[in-house]
């Protein structure tokens, strides 16, 4: 079976796309909850409508059917590829479906949804310099300066139950911290709002012994001794 990261290497281009051109794809991943086309604090998170990131980028990005093209600044194009074969023939793990599904215009980075078959995926955020990317397993949101980015996904696939959050001092992004819910632990995060740059106000759904918890308050916090979890309390 091949792995995430080699298939991944095999299906991005620099320049040119290896693969036949082909209709847009029409092959979607599931819809996440953001809604199309709306800016938030400097974000444009368009993942329910993939043109509505391209109408506003008009001129760096564009599609080509399973192609999807981007102008970097570098003078280079970074070329993302739907592995159309594979996903017509049912190989689940050589199928990756590649959507635009958001810009960071400060940080002058894109968002890309890599789609698996029939479901789940990850993101790539790609510096609209070099290309270049960190993976990350949900959509980022920004801190009120934009100095950093929180990554809230929950989810019953081990590493992907997670928080993390990143700087955006570095190009791409680097890792300040991550949290990852152990496996024997039920616990799921819900990005809720930033309140300054060292605070990521959360909610949380757990089990206690046979009680299901939801809606609690849980909240990240740095301080000199880095990122911490608060404990959860009720609101």
Not at 37 to 52: M, P, S
Request: proline share 4%.
């Amino acid at each position: 079976m091949m792995s995430l990261q080699h298939a991944l290497l095999v299906t991005i281009g620099i320049s040119c796309a290896i693969g036949p051109a082909g209709a847009e794809s029409s092959v979607r991943p599931p819809a996440a909850q953001a809604q199309a086309g709306v800016h938030l604090k400097n974000e444009l998170i368009c993942e329910q409508d993939e043109t509505a990131c391209l109408d506003e980028l008009s001129g760096t990005v564009e599609r080509d059917g399973d192609h999807l093209r981007v102008k970097l600044a570098n003078g280079k194009t970074k070329v993302y590829t739907t592995t159309r074969q594979a996903c017509d023939a049912g190989i689940y793990e050589k199928c990756l479906q590649y959507r635009l599904v958001g810009y960071y215009p400060r940080q002058r980075l894109f968002l890309v949804h890599v789609g698996f078959y029939l479901e789940g995926g990850t993101y790539l955020l790609a510096s609209a310099r070099t290309g270049e990317h960190a993976r990350v397993a949900a959509i980022p949101h920004l801190s009120p300066s934009g100095k950093r980015l929180a990554v809230v996904s929950a989810s019953e696939s081990g590493d992907e139950n997670s928080v993390e959050i990143l700087s955006t001092a570095s190009d791409p992004p680097k890792s300040e911290w991550r949290y990852v819910v152990p496996e024997d632990e039920y616990a799921l995060y819900e990005f809720g709002d930033w309140d300054g740059d060292d605070r990521l106000v959360m909610r949380l759904t757990t089990q206690m012994g046979q009680e299901l918890l939801t809606g609690l308050s849980v909240e990240a916090v740095r301080s000199t001794g880095g990122w911490q979890l608060t404990s959860p309390r009720a609101q």
